[in-house]
C-alpha cells in the first residue's frame, strides 16, 4: 500500500480501496476532464472533502478558475474510505482543555464552528438524492471500564456548557442499549449522526463541478518548482503553472511534497472491518441499534456501528507501515477487539470478514489541525487527527477564504502553523512506543 514516509508520491491509476461503501453504493460523479489544462487561478491538491469543499467556495463565491488534481480517482483517499461518523469536533481536544488553554469565550466561538461545520454537512445531504443514507440517533462515547467513568463523568460536566443537549447515560441505561461488559457508562450526543461516505463525497464533488471547478483524476504531483511567483506543478498528466497552490492530500501528503511543510504531520494508518449481516439473534444479543454510533474511552479507540443491512463495522489503528496494512493480522487484531466488546459474537469472530481495508489520517504533534499558509502563495489545512468527516466541510470553506485574503475567524485553527516534530525521521519510532504503551495501559 502507498506509504507517505517512504513513497515519493502515490501511483497513478490505482482503483478504489475494496469497502464496504464502494461495493453496496451506487452514485453519479461528474466526469473529470482528460486533459490537464497549463494554467490555472488556483490549483488544489487533493480531491476530497477538504479539496473540494475549497474548490466549490473559490469558484461560486469568488470565481476563482480552479483545477482540482487527483493522484488517483477522485476521493481515493480517506473521504470515501472511512467509517461516516459526523461528530462535532475536530482532533483529539474537547471543549473542556480548549477552556483551559484559551478560556470559555474561545471554546464556545469552536463550538459555533463545529455548528457551521454541520450546516455545510446538511448543505451536502440535501444535494444527495440519497440524503447520505443518514442514520440519525446520535453518538455514544463509552466508559469501556468501570476506572474510565470518573473521567467521562468530568468531561460531561463541562460538555453541559457547551453542548446542554447531551445525556449522560449511568450503567443501566446504557447496557440496555449496548449489551457488552466494555459498556459501563456513556455520554450520548443527541446531534451526530452516520452517514454514507462515498456518497458525502460525490455530493460535494458535483456541487463542486456544476460550480465549473475541473476535476483532474490520475495526476499526481510528482515534482513543484517556482519560477518568480509562478508555481509549476508537474504531475504524470503534464505540468500546470499557478500562483496559489492548495495543499488538500492530508493523511495522503508525501513526506516531500514542499519543504514548508515537512515534517509537520503524522500520517497514520485507521482500519476498519465490515462483518457479514448480522442474525436477528446476534443482533438482539448485542443491542446496537442501526441509530447507534459508538466509540469507547480507549486512547487507541475501537468505534462501531451498525449498518443499514445489519452488518457491524468496527474500527480502530492499523499497521504502523503502509507495506504491512493488509496483513491478516490486523483484521484479527480487530476481531479480538470486537469478540472482547461483544462476547455474544463469539462465533463471529471465527468466520473471515466480508471487508477490510485502511487508510492514512495525518495526525499533529499538539493534536488539532491548522488551515494556514506556510509559505506566500501555498495554503493548506491538515492534522484532524482522524476525525474530519464534519470538519473538512468547514476547513474547506476557511482554506479558499484564506486563499483569496478574507480574515478568518480569531480561533487557534487559523493561528499559527502546524508545529514541526521534534527529529521527524523518527515519527514512527515515536509511534511504535506510543501504541506500546497505549496497549500495555488499556490491558
Ligand atoms: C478507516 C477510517 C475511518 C475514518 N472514520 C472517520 C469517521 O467516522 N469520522 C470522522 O470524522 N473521520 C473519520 N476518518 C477521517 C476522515 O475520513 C478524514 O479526516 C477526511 O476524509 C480527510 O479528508 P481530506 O479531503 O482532507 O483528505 P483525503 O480524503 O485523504 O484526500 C486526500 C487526497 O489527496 C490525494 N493526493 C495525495 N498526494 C497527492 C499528490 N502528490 N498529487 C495529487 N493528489 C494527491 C489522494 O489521492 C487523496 O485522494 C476516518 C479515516 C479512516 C482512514
Redesign the pocket.
Known sequence: MYD?LVDS??RAAQPHVRSYWQAHTQTKLPTAANVLPEHADIVV????????NAALELAQRFQQQVVV????Q??????????????PG?GRLGYGDWQKRCGTDVAKAIQGEYQRAFERLEQHLAHCPEQLQVQRGGYLKIAHEPKAIEGLKATYQVLQQFEPKTRWLDAEAIQARVHSPQAHAAIHYPQSFGLN?VLL?ASVARQAAAAGVTLVEN????NWDMVGEQQRLH?AKGRICTTKVII???????NH?HSSIHGRTLPV????IVTRPLTRDERQAIGVSTQD?VMDTRTLKY?YRLLPDGRLLF?GRGAIRGKDAHHPRYARHLLEALRGTFPALRRLSQEPVDYY??????VALDNYPRIYSPTAGVYT??G?C???????QI??QRLAELAMGEKLPELPFYQSGLPKFPLPHLRRVGQWAFYQLARWRSL
Not at 69 to 72: G, M, S, T, V, W
Not at 219 to 222: E, S
Open positions: 507517505p508520491f502515490p491538491i487533493g480531491a476530497g472533502y477538504t479539496g473540494l488534481l487527483d493522484a488517483n477522485l476521493g481515493w483517499g480517506c473521504s470515501t474510505r472511512n467509517a461516516g461518523f459526523a461528530m475536530t461516505p463525497h495526476a499526481p504531483v510528482q504531475t488538500a492530500s492530508n493523511g495522503y501528503t508525501p511534497l494508518l485507521s482500519s476498519v454510533l468505534y474500527g481495508w485502511s487508510g492514512w489520517v495525518s489545512s491538515m484532524y482522524g476525525a474530519g468527516v464534519t470538519f473538512t476547513a474547506g
